[in-house]
């Protein structure tokens, strides 16, 4: 099955630096990658997608990149302020598999003032 | 919209004992899942559900049981509750099988004596 590998676990940056984190893919089918926001005590929601027929997106200060040759995506926030401060979790998802969607483990970003 | 509603947000059993998850969705979709959250192994998926009617495993389905007789509810069924189980429970709901946005509940802490 699909196995989602994510990077880094933890992530500390200073109040208007940027933060990347990144995710790689096992299986070659998955066309649909979102990435999710976890505050504390909350569900993770949605903060942005991507499908396999696109390279980039981007919604204000946060973009998803897309390598599919090599598997990976990424999600890059800009100008961070302290209330980015949550878990981020990417997810991919394959049509060889029923639709699940596979998570990768997540990672705890920090925006220090 | 009430959105994914679940109840109870707290419970704490004894081991052995047996009791049920409950979610609702109020949005009219057709694909629900259930997932169980621990500290750092990200989401991972225990049952789902792509109609009223069809429920299928997902990877960690073992002492867990799902029945989907309309589209809005998808109880989560302990049958014989073990200290393993203690976790935090997340149902989830998406108009398409997971190649659209899933929306998540507040969650359900369970611990396990």
């Known amino acids: 099955g699909e196995n989602v590998e994510q990077h880094p676990s933890t992530l500390s940056v200073q109040e208007g630096d940027s933060a990347v984190i990144k995710c790689t893919y096992s299986d070659s ?5 979102p990435w999710y926001k976890q505050e504390l005590g909350k569900g993770p929601q949605l903060i942005i997608d991507i499908r396999s027929n696109v390279g980039e997106k981007k ?3 946060i973009a998803v990149t897309l390598n599919k040759t090599a598997k990976h995506f990424s999600l890059h926030i800009t100008e961070t302020q302290p209330e980015d401060s949550a878990v981020y979790f990417c997810a991919a998802t394959s049509n060889t598999n029923a639709g699940k969607s596979t998570f990768g483990d997540g990672t705890t970003l920090t925006v220090k003032p | 919209n009430a ?5 109870p947000k707290f419970q704490v059993l004894k ?9 609702a969705q109020d949005m009219n979709h057709e694909y629900m899942s259930w997932y169980r959250q621990d500290p750092g192994m990200g989401l991972r998926l225990i049952h789902y559900s792509v109609g009223a009617g069809i429920t299928d495993q997902g990877e960690v389905p073992n002492g867990y049981n799902v029945s989907r007789s309309t589209t809005e509810d998808f109880p989560l069924r302990l049958l014989s509750a073990a200290p393993s ?4 429970y997340f149902c989830a709901s998406s108009g398409l099988a997971g190649y659209n946005e899933q929306f998540f509940g507040p969650g359900t802490r369970l611990t396990v004596l």
């Not at chain 2, 081991?15 to 979610?23: D, F, I």
């Open chain 2, 3 to 7: 959105g994914v509603t679940q109840t």
């Open chain 2, 85 to 88: 189980q203690t976790s935090v």
């Open chain 1, 29 to 33: 089918a998955s066309n649909y990658f």
């Open chain 2, 15 to 23: 081991t052995g004992q047996s009791m049920t998850l409950q979610c």
């Open chain 1, 59 to 61: 919604d204000q200060r």
